[in-house]
């Protein structure tokens, strides 16, 4: 078992790509190589999926946003991505044959049962790090990325959340046990308060490449260098609907503020569609971030073929 009772995970497979003039580097040697010829990694994160919506979204443009930035990786949170609760196997299959390297969750992992089993034999599928270790499951995995070994952490944080055990000393013996083992070193931390999120992504300054947080829906327009080398945005946002609430209906959330009552099931919107996240640059030589970029295409334009940012 791995810090903080949660397994890690390697997995060395990579995803088909044009074939390049001269083989992509391999293995150890490989890695090498890469660090040697100063190549740089880009890392696309994709924010929170929200449910069918949001899917149809990743399906349509997790392609065309990874190419149009060049990213080398995805890392694309999708614990809401099974009607806006929760992640099933096929879901995850779904993001994974789009070319996805790992796929992080948060709180609502434990929503859809069937999901348990996979999180035991998919080292890609990731759960938050910190919960108990009779949990199923793991909260760290390194894959391969043009011949760089890419470690991805989940955490949860505590601030407004269930009770759950620290993240930041669950990530000191995360870091400790991957120590070697990955050229670069980056968080999806999700977590509901800001300054929480702020806090733990200084921890972390220049002992990751980058802590991105997921969780809110909202989209924060805080992105960042940290002094130490560390890329840094307080929240990824929201891929599905923009026109929603936090990508649910708006009526019924509307209902729910003006009744206090639970009422209706929330279920996700379908308006004003779009993908978001954040595109990070690594230096893989030093494990640090060299810039972060923060992503917002809508939908409907991407596909008309005016790709855009808002």
């Not at 994160?45 to 990874?66: E, T």
Request: proline share 7%.
């Amino acid at each position: 078992m791995g810090a903080c009772g949660a397994g890690s995970a390697s997995e060395s497979s990579r995803r088909s790509a044009p074939p390049p003039p001269t083989p992509p580097p391999q293995g150890e040697r490989g890695a090498l190589r890469c660090l040697l010829e100063g190549a740089h990694v880009r890392i696309l994160f994709v924010a929170d999926v929200i449910g069918s919506p949001g899917r149809r979204v990743a399906k349509g443009l997790v392609r065309l946003v990874r190419n149009q930035y060049r990213a080398d990786a995805v890392v694309l949170n999708g614990e809401n991505s099974a009607g806006g609760f929760g992640i099933t196997p096929e879901t995850a299959r779904e993001f994974f044959e789009l070319g996805v390297d790992v796929v992080t969750t948060g709180n609502h992992v434990w929503d859809k049962k069937e999901i348990l089993p996979l999180l035991d034999r998919e080292p890609r599928l990731l759960r938050p790090a910190n919960y108990p270790p009779t949990n199923p499951g793991h909260g760290s995995v390194v894959v391969e990325v043009g011949g760089v070994r890419l470690g991805v952490l989940n955490l949860q944080g505590r601030t407004f959340m269930t009770p759950i055990d620290d993240p930041f000393r669950c990530a000191d013996g995360l870091l400790a046990e991957m120590k070697g083992k990955a050229d670069v070193i980056v968080v999806d931390f999700h977590a509901e308060a800001t300054s929480e999120k702020q806090a733990f992504a200084r921890y972390l300054d220049g002992r990751v490449a980058a802590v991105v947080g997921t969780h809110t829906h909202v989209q924060t327009a805080d992105e960042r260098l940290l002094p130490k080398g560390t890329a840094a945005i307080t929240d990824l946002g929201l891929t599905g609907g923009l026109g929603g609430i936090i990508g649910m209906k708006w009526e019924i959330s509307l209902e729910r503020q003006l009744t206090l009552t639970r009422g209706e099931r929330m279920q996700p919107a379908d308006e004003d569609l779009h993908l978001q996240g954040a595109v990070v640059e690594v230096d893989p030589a030093r494990g640090v971030a060299l810039g972060i970029e923060r992503v917002s295409v809508p939908y409907a334009k991407a596909l008309e073929g005016a790709f855009g940012k808002v």
